[in-house]
């Protein structure tokens, strides 16, 4: 079942069907919005149909994805999604908040929300019969790709800066993709990337390039809206009192922009299905040192102006945002914003997560930074409902994580040496 109706560019907005472009618009290389068939979907669909579904993965959402049902089942790629949300109640004490979840995607078969990128990609690779799959990666994308790759026996080359986080590349080589490690910075491996596919006929993943990650992302959104109309069962409904309490605001952490577009995305297909009666907020969050996509929104602008990106969180260190405009978009129409981070506060915001059980990587615990600053800086308010993303999980970069704690105490094996330290 397909509902895939072709492409519209971003930026010119050019229409394109299904076989004649790839990647990115041909007249002016702007990102490809997938076009759904809307009125086929709304006429075969009620929203019951889809939350009635006993598929627990993304897959759940079908009926709203470019692809077919990939073949198969019971392979980690049948298993990305469908991740849990948690209460974080003494963070949200800390904070003054009424409400505040997180929804943790480090529950990802391979512990980061790019698997939903890439499982989404790899339907599309096999549909394309592509033999080969690549990506560059600064260490998510491209374990997702390879694990997804690795889950249905496709050949998956990838393509990362050597200064990757050694658990990211342990993974890229366990699921047993060609691993290339660039003497150079994720910018470069992109570049790379994209050259190479071209020479080479490679089917190429890259995130902000290939169409077809954002389709994955975006269901994230669906599952934030089923969570939500199962929690508040007014939402959904035109009729109801939408007054009684504030959107929900959504803070995820933001590189290349492809997550927080893909958000975007999922909540824009609801609309026009008019499954969702308005927009959720969406506010994204940087790391000072890789803002890019954060100086674009606040001056104001859809120009977005390269960094030489530093910040301890690699999953978010990006010079030249790949989905730029449509992440500046995301939060620009839905009354959202854009908050930058510094990485001490990113550290900070490890260990606070850590004391709720949930253990994050650095650009995950960015977007709970966020959530700290921006209740400081007044942009939700205390009866706002917040839902934060966990991106990725802490056994991703341990190296980071021990900046976050102290480290534990050595001692003689006696019962003196432990009341001592007592
Ligand atoms: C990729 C990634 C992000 C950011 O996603 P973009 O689409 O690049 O904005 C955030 N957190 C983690 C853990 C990631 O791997
Ligand atoms: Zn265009």
Known sequence: MKNFAGYKCSLCGTEYL?????????????????????????????????????????????????????????????ASGWTPVFALPRLAEKLRLKHLWLKDESRNPTASFKDRASAVVVTRARELKSEIVVTASTGNAGAALAGMSAAVGQKAIIFAPKSAPQ????????FGAKVILVDGTYDDAFDL????????????????????????????????????????????????QLNEHPPLSIFVSVGDGNIISGIHKGFKDLL?????????RIIGVQAEGSAAIANAFHADTETITPVSATTI??????DLPRDGVRAVRAAKETNGTYITVSDDEIIQSIAELGTMGVFA??????????????????????????????TGSG?????????????????EPTLDAVKKLL
């Open 18 to 78: 299904q076989g004649q472009v790839t990647y990115t618009c041909p007249k002016d290389g702007g990102n490809l919005d997938v076009l759904l068939d809307y009125d086929s979907i709304r006429k075969k669909f009620q929203p019951e149909d889809i939350t009635s579904r006993r598929e627990s993965s993304l897959w759940r959402y079908l009926p709203l994805l470019p692809v077919s049902e990939p073949a198969g089942d019971s392979t980690p790629l049948h």
């Open 361 to 390: 990587e650095p650009a995950g615990a960015a977007a709970y930074a966020g959530v700290v600053k921006g209740t400081s800086l007044g942009v939700v308010g205390s009866e706002d409902p917040i839902l934060v993303l966990n």
């Open 272 to 280: 026009e299905l008019g499954w969702i009666p308005n927009m959720p």
């Open 313 to 318: 969180a690699d999953s978010i260190s990006v």
């Open 167 to 174: 658990a990211k590349v342990a993974q890229l080589l366990v």
């Open 193 to 240: 990337t994209v050259k190479a596919a071209n020479e080479f006929g490679w089917y190429c993943r890259n995130t902000g390039y290939n169409p077809f990650t954002l389709e994955g992302k975006k269901t994230a959104a669906f599952e934030i809206w089923e969570w939500w109309i199962k929690a508040h069962h007014d939402w959904h409904k035109k009729d109801s």
């Open 395 to 411: 056994l991703k970069d341990v190296g980071a994580a021990m900046r976050a704690v102290q480290s534990a105490p050595i001692i």
